[in-house]
Nanobody
Framework: QVQLVESGGGLVQAGDSLRVSCAAS????????MGWFRQVLGKEREFVAA????????YYADSVRGRFTMSRDNAKNTVYLQMNSLKPEDTAVYYC???????????????????WGQGTQVTVSS
């Protein structure tokens, strides 16, 4: 069992930067690949980024590639999502998720993640 708690969301202006964090507790953090997803009310949850267990491999959605960076610190049981050049369309609730399996080709699949945090709101004003 893994418990995930996101933090760092808030209200920013377009073009600003923001870093959200996800702290994990429970079983060995380094045995889990991690992902960030986001959801707007009334829409499906969508993939943002994923990172392998060691942190050596990352994946990004086309909409955020080059602006967002996902990283992890296994010593601190924490993953981060650094978001730069934010746009109003980045406004959403951001969720982190953990999975015990390798990312493989399903890194962006919501249903392949085993544990989820409660989410943190990110709002980007124009």
């Amino acid at each position: 069992q893994v418990q995930l708690v996101e933090s760092g969301g808030g209200l920013v202006q377009a073009g600003d930067s923001l870093r959200v964090s996800c702290a994990a507790s429970g079983r060995t953090f380094s045995s889990y690949a991690m992902g960030w997803f986001r959801q707007v009310l009334g829409k499906e949850r969508e993939f943002v980024a994923a990172i392998s267990r060691s942190g050596g491999i990352t994946y990004y959605a086309d909409s955020v590639r080059g602006r967002f960076t996902m990283s992890r610190d296994n010593a601190k049981n924490t993953v981060y999502l650094q978001m730069n050049s934010l746009k109003p369309e980045d406004t959403a609730v951001y969720y982190c998720a953990a999975r015990g399996s390798y990312l493989g080709d399903t890194y962006s699949t919501v249903g392949r993640y085993d544990y989820w945090g409660q989410g943190t709101q990110v709002t980007v004003s124009s």
